[in-house]
């Protein structure tokens, strides 16, 4: 089989669209920790109220994951993408609608379970497209476009909210969603026209003497390799969660800083996430080439362990340091090592898994991983309001991070199958 590029052949419209979609997510996700001052206020909540609503999200989102990918798989990832597009921007528009603290619990929990697919469909469209080898690098591209998003949220978002009321922003913010999702739906499509473009088994961890034989989708959920990628992506999301949700609110409290300078101070860390994620694939596609004797498995752990460990000792330092600089500094490090494995835990998934199952499987993923924002920052919310600093909670994200990385090194292994009589 000739080599496969990533452009060409209607793969560059297909990288495009992706890539924007995680722009107006990450942009509808940040535009609520950004307002969170203001909502604060407005509607009076404490600290833990606060974490509460934060971690609202994550309930739908998290269930969504696992349901989102298994519709990418029944009903194709253009589909499943393009409704949940249009219902999430429905209710980032519905913030406006909201009266006070159970109201504004159910708005989030609706838009967190319309969110849930994107990445689940975006790894699913990406195994559609793209040849084994080029998949971590598109997987990275695609998904830079999340933390941009989170970058431009905090002008964009800070900005609306101090000259026209919070509320105006989560309406510029639908009226993209839906531009988008007509996009969308006229041009993309779910697979390429030559469908021999694509190679259709290429898990490269799977034995070929096993390819014939097809499991079924519980056989990979009960995979140590998938439970621990998932685990290493459960302490992934804690800090991204605690940075997306709780950063904001740490810089105008604890460090005293003005709403209009905490909306352009997010932007660092998100560009440097940014760099990170679309980085990510290409690193670990580049360390595959270099060592491939040694298997697809080994680049991406490479990554995953190195870059994870450094994002928990940056994010665990700043919860120690003493000035303002250095906490924004260790911070956006850590971001942008963390997002340096963002295509990873896709890529494993894609590595290991018969193709037909990769939606399924990476929505189970990413629901495993995804209760840390569940759990991160409502407890983040109640260690503050205990304690009177973020320390402790930043201490928490980087130690759970530090444990995941090293057992990678341990768990994430092939799968070997054995044979079925």
């Known amino acids: 089989m000739k080599q496969q590029g990533i452009f060409g052949d209607g793969k560059t419209i297909v990288i495009v669209m992706l890539f924007l979609a995680g722009v107006i997510n990450y942009l509808d996700r940040s535009a609520l920790s950004i307002a969170a001052p203001f909502i604060q206020e407005d509607i009076h909540l404490t600290s833990t109220q606060l974490g509460i609503i934060f971690s609202s999200f994550s309930v739908g989102y998290a269930i969504f994951n696992f349901l989102g990918g298994m519709a990418s798989d029944k009903f194709g990832a253009k589909l499943t993408l393009f409704v949940a597009m249009i219902v999430w921007s429905l209710f980032s528009g519905a913030m406006v609608l909201v009266v006070g603290f159970a109201s504004l619990i159910i708005v989030r929990i609706v838009f967190g379970m319309a969110e849930g697919p994107l990445s689940s469909t975006i790894n699913k469209m990406v195994n559609n497209w793209f040849p084994a080898d080029k998949r971590a690098s598109v997987v990275g591209l695609a998904n830079s476009g999340t933390p941009l998003g989170g970058a431009i949220a905090g002008p964009i978002v800070g900005y609306i909210a101090l000259a026209y009321g919070w509320k105006y922003s989560f309406i510029a913010i639908m009226i993209l969603g839906f531009i988008w999702a007509i996009v969308w739906f006229k041009v993309v499509k779910e697979k390429p026209n030559k469908e021999e473009n694509v190679e259709p088994m290429a898990n490269l961890e799977i034995a070929a003497e096993d390819i014939n034989h097809s499991r079924g989708l519980s056989y990979y959920l009960k995979q140590p390799t998938v439970l621990f990628t998932a685990f290493s992506f459960f302490a992934y999301n804690y800090i991204l969660f605690f940075f997306l949700t709780w950063f904001p609110s740490y810089l105008v409290e604890a460090r005293g800083m003005a709403v209009k300078d905490m909306s352009i101070v997010t932007v660092i860390p998100w560009i440097l996430g940014f760099l990170g994620l679309a980085l990510s694939g290409i690193v670990s596609d580049f360390i595959y080439k270099r060592f491939m004797r040694k298997g697809v498995l080994f680049s991406r752990k490479v990554v995953l362990v190195t870059c994870l460990f450094l994002a928990a000792v940056s994010i665990g330092c700043a919860g120690i340091v003493t000035t303002t600089v250095s ?61 009177g600093t973020f320390s402790a909670a930043f201490l928490l994200a980087g130690g759970l991070a530090v444990i995941a990385s090293l057992a990678v090194i341990k768990f994430v292994t092939p799968i070997v199958h054995k044979e079925i009589a």
């Open 327 to 387: 906490a924004v500094a260790l911070v956006a490090t850590s971001v942008f090592f963390l997002y340096l494995t963002g295509a990873i835990y896709w890529a494993i998934i894609n590595d290991v898994v018969e193709s037909k199952y990769v939606g399924s499987v990476g929505g189970f993923m990413h629901f495993l991983a995804n209760t840390a924002g569940i759990i991160g920052p409502t407890l983040t919310g109640f260690l503050v309001d205990k304690t």
